[in-house]
């Protein structure tokens, strides 16, 4: 089983709507929670932290349930530069594990 | 943030050739280092971390004698694909981290194309 999952969409939405990604992991022990932004054939680049009390930052937020071991990204008001693959990412000390993304596509 | 500079961003070699991808943190010293590649539409796989001054721990069914990795200083680490062949083309991205409880920056990735 692999230690995060994520629906590889992709997802297909207008500009304004509201998307949301969901991701699971597999080890309770996992600490820390994040989810990345990645542009066609370039490196990921941190969007936010994930905390157990969820978390907004602009039109993003993250939400954490530790007890169902999935955490949670959602955008609001899309926007056409929204459009990449959102990747999901766990800590498990020493070791940061990667899901497989989730592809985003803001259309007009 | 923090700038982790990866060096050459994209090279062509041809089969049985060796070669070295640079990461280095230009602002903090990266305790560690950890190295991935990610292969078209599939995720990023950690191959191996480093830490400075010790040998890398290679994931599973990572070859260490074809994946050289030299992590000599708190701001350099190097990535040898050794004898290369068409099948390791792929793009291979770097991370650095400060201590353990920090952010992971990332490089800006090495795409490597083997003819």
């Known amino acids: 089983r692999k230690e995060v999952e994520q629906d590889p969409g992709p997802f297909n939405v207008p500009e304004g709507a509201t998307v949301a990604f969901n991701c699971t992991y597999s080890n309770s022990a996992s600490q820390s929670f994040f989810w990345y932004r990645q542009d066609c054939r370039k490196e990921p680049k941190l969007l936010m932290s994930v905390y157990s009390s969820g978390n907004e930052d602009g039109r993003f937020t993250a939400q954490l349930n530790r007890a169902s071991q999935y955490i949670s990204l959602l955008i609001r008001d899309s926007k056409l530069s929204d459009s990449a693959t959102y990747l999901c990412v766990v800590k498990l000390p020493p070791k940061f594990y990667f899901g497989s993304g989730t592809k985003l596509n803001v259309k007009p | 943030g923090a700038v982790v500079s990866q060096h050459p961003s994209w090279v062509i070699c041809k089969s049985g050739t060796s070669v070295k991808i640079e990461c280095r943190s230009l602002d903090f010293q990266a305790t560690t280092m950890f190295w991935y590649r990610q292969f078209p539409k599939q995720s990023l796989m950690l191959m191996a971390t480093?830490?400075?001054?010790?040998?890398?721990?290679?994931e599973q069914g990572v070859e260490k004698d074809k994946f050289l990795i030299n992590h000599a200083s708190l701001t350099l680490s190097t990535l040898t694909v050794t004898s290369a062949h068409p099948e390791d083309s792929s793009f291979y991205i770097c991370?650095?981290?400060?201590?353990?409880?920090?952010?992971?920056?990332f490089g800006q990735g090495t795409r490597l194309t083997v003819v």
């Open positions: 480093s830490n400075e001054g010790s040998k890398a721990t290679y």
């Open positions: 991370s650095a981290r400060e201590r353990v409880n920090t952010e992971a920056f």
